[in-house]
């Protein structure tokens, strides 16, 4: 079974920068596939990043440019590196981990029910940027 951490969120001015951690631990297997989503206040969760151990990376148009996902050799941390934060960026951010879809190496929850292919997730971690 897989378990996710995360740390590292807080309270920062506008055009400042965080890292968020997720230390991850269970069945290397079950998280072939992670992510970072967040919530923020009054809207739906959103996917932030995603990685994948075949090395597909993908990013929120929002956040592009500015975030960086990464993960440690040893697979057992995923990094979220926020540069340049706006106020908008405020939000719960959640670590998530998943399997390949249907098996297939490489594939990755997708589309508009990606949510339910990351079986695994952390608790949050609160971001708040302000102006």
């Known amino acids: 079974q897989v378990q996710l951490v995360e740390s590292g969120g807080g309270s920062v001015q506008a055009g400042e920068s965080l890292r968020l951690s997720c230390a991850a631990s269970?069945?290397?297997?079950?998280?072939?596939?992670m992510a970072w989503f967040r919530r923020a206040p009054g809207k739906e969760r959103e996917e932030v990043a995603s990685?994948?151990?075949?090395?597909?990376?993908t990013y929120a148009e929002t956040v592009k440019g500015r975030f960086t996902i990464s993960q440690d050799n040893a697979k057992s941390t995923l990094y979220l590196e926020m540069a340049n934060l706006k106020p908008e960026d405020t939000a719960v951010y959640y670590c998530?981990?998943?399997?390949?879809?249907?098996?297939?190496?490489?594939?990755?929850?997708?589309?508009?029910?990606?949510?339910?292919?990351?079986?695994?997730w952390g608790r949050g971690t609160q971001v708040t940027v302000s102006s």
């Open positions: 269970g069945s290397t297997s079950s998280r072939d596939c």
């Open positions: 998530a981990a998943g399997s390949w879809v249907g098996g297939y190496r490489g594939i990755c929850p997708a589309g508009p029910t990606k949510e339910k292919g990351y079986k695994t």
């Open positions: 990685f994948s151990t075949v090395g597909i990376i």
